[in-house]
T-cell receptor, first 112, second 112 residues
């Protein structure tokens, strides 16, 4: 099992460019999550999908959109990147609300 | 407001010198307290979940405990390979997002 995989590992964008971060899990988990991690801020929830076909906003959703493509895949889109979105992005999944979340390796994004 | 606070922010120990990391939380209706380990450039790795006051869990040199207001991660006779950032997290309280709110972490360095 690969667990949670994320692509790309690194990305540099210019202000105003768009991109999609990809996430996939092979554990047959129902719930998937996107977090961002900034120095001194800890991990913060951007969006989540409690089950296939549903998505909801987390703590810091502004400037992002998500798509739960199927049970395995959950993508995060930046329509018009801003320097404030420079961060490390982690995708996570879990079986249900009472279980631990498993995290991917992260995508390090820099917006110039 | 849900809050998870970790202390100290950083801790430097000699190999074999035992210590404890603290995680205090103000989350109503706690549905689990999670500990993760994060190595530089990697995603958080799950360590423990604690569900009720008085519960304890152990893994190698680590033991996690939970009271009604805080959790401790005890490290006994640590080795250099225990160096990492340790994260504490709790689910958002009822009516909030289905995800985890994280503390800022304790950066632990074990010197040989």
């Amino acid at each position: 099992n690969a667990g949670v995989t994320q692509t790309p590992k690194f990305q540099v964008l210019k202000t105003g460019q768009s991109m999609t971060l990809q996430c996939a899990q092979d554990m047959n988990h129902n719930s998937m999550y996107w977090y961002r991690q900034d120095p001194g801020m800890g991990l913060r929830l951007i969006y989540y999908s409690a089950s296939e076909g549903t998505t909801d906003k987390g703590e810091v959703p502004n400037g992002y959109n998500v798509s739960r493509l199927n049970k395995r895949e959950f993508s995060l889109r930046l329509e018009s990147a801003a320097p404030s979105q420079t961060s490390v992005y982690f995708c996570a999944s879990r079986e249900d609300s009472y279980n631990e979340q498993f995290f991917g390796p992260g995508t390090r994004l820099t917006v110039l | 407001e849900d809050q998870v606070t970790q202390s100290p922010e950083a801790l430097r120990l000699q190999e074999g010198e035992s210590s404890s990391l603290n995680c205090s939380y103000t989350v109503s209706g706690l549905r689990g307290l999670f500990w993760y380990r994060q190595d530089p450039g990697k995603g958080p790795e799950f360590l423990f979940t604690l569900y009720s006051a008085g519960e304890e869990k152990e893994k190698e040199r680590l033991k996690a405990t939970l009271t009604k207001k805080e959790s401790f991660l005890h490290i006994t006779a640590p080795k250099p390979e225990d160096s990492a950032t340790y994260l504490c997290a709790a689910p958002y309280s009822g009516g909030g997002a289905d995800g985890l709110t994280f503390g800022k972490g304790t950066h632990l360095i074990i010197q040989p």
